[in-house]
């Protein structure tokens, strides 16, 4: 199975300063047709999971564009610019590469300072 | 709208049986694949099921496997999973999600104690 590691654990940020998770794979992401699958999930308190970036990069609608996210092969990182008060959750990391089974990161919990 | 809830869920006793639902709207459940998420109290999601698109192949998280059974029914736009022999380590928020994982239902809590 894929191990999918992530970086800070937590987080802690003032209102407006950024943030940025790294999470690394123990295998490449890239999928036979050049594709790397590789998802940043949302969790806010309470809710349920919510895809932000689907493909590395690519933000899903109505998803801000203080997200964003960048990397390749086993590396990956998800940055927001300026965080604001409803970015408080947790977020994982997703690959869905190799399945079964999708592997998820142990998550980084974000706090406001 | 685009939905999934799921239902079903409850408390059972060790070595118990339930069976959770999803069901779909706003979009085709049978042109996917579904599966389902677990994710205990505190702790990252976890993987426990896949099941394709006409129901006739799943596959399971080795934790479960002889245990669960991943079922669907498209006419009735749901997928099941049925779960035997529980044990406390079964306790989570259980999610069912389409791939590309941009759709996941609210959840339902299963907890299994005595």
């Known amino acids: 199975d894929v191990v999918m590691t992530q970086s800070p654990l937590s987080l802690a940020v003032t209102l407006g300063q950024p943030a940025s998770i790294s999470c690394k794979s123990s295998?490449?992401?890239?999928?036979?047709?050049?594709?790397?699958?590789l998802n940043w999930i949302q969790q806010r308190p309470g809710q349920s999971p919510r895809r932000l970036i689907y493909?590395?990069?690519i933000r899903d609608s109505g998803v801000p564009d203080r997200f964003s996210g960048t990397g390749s092969a086993t590396d990956f990182t998800l940055k927001i610019s300026r965080v604001e008060a409803e970015d408080v959750g947790i977020y994982y990391c997703?690959?869905?590469?190799?399945?079964?089974?999708?592997?998820f990161g142990q998550g980084t919990r974000l706090e406001i300072k | 709208e685009v939905k999934l809830v799921e239902s079903g869920g409850g408390l059972v006793q060790p070595g118990g049986s339930l069976r959770i639902s999803c069901v779909a709207s706003?979009?085709?459940?049978?042109?996917?694949?579904a599966f389902w998420v677990r994710q205990a109290p505190g702790k990252a999601p976890v993987w426990v099921s896949r099941?394709?698109?006409?129901?006739?192949?799943?596959d399971y998280a080795d934790s479960v496997k002889g245990r669960f059974t991943a079922s669907r029914d498209n006419a009735k736009r749901t997928v099941y999973l049925q779960m035997n022999s529980l044990r406390a380590e079964d306790t989570a928020v259980y999610y069912c999600?389409?791939?590309?994982?941009?759709?996941w239902g609210r959840g339902t809590m299963v907890t299994v104690s005595s």
């Open positions: 295998q490449t992401l890239e999928y036979s047709d050049g594709n790397v699958y």
């Open positions: 706003g979009f085709a459940l049978s042109e996917y694949w």
């Open positions: 997703m690959q869905g590469t190799h399945w079964p089974p999708i592997t």
């Open positions: 099941i394709n698109i006409d129901g006739s192949s799943a």
């Open positions: 999600a389409i791939p590309p994982f941009d759709i």
């Open positions: 493909e590395v990069s």
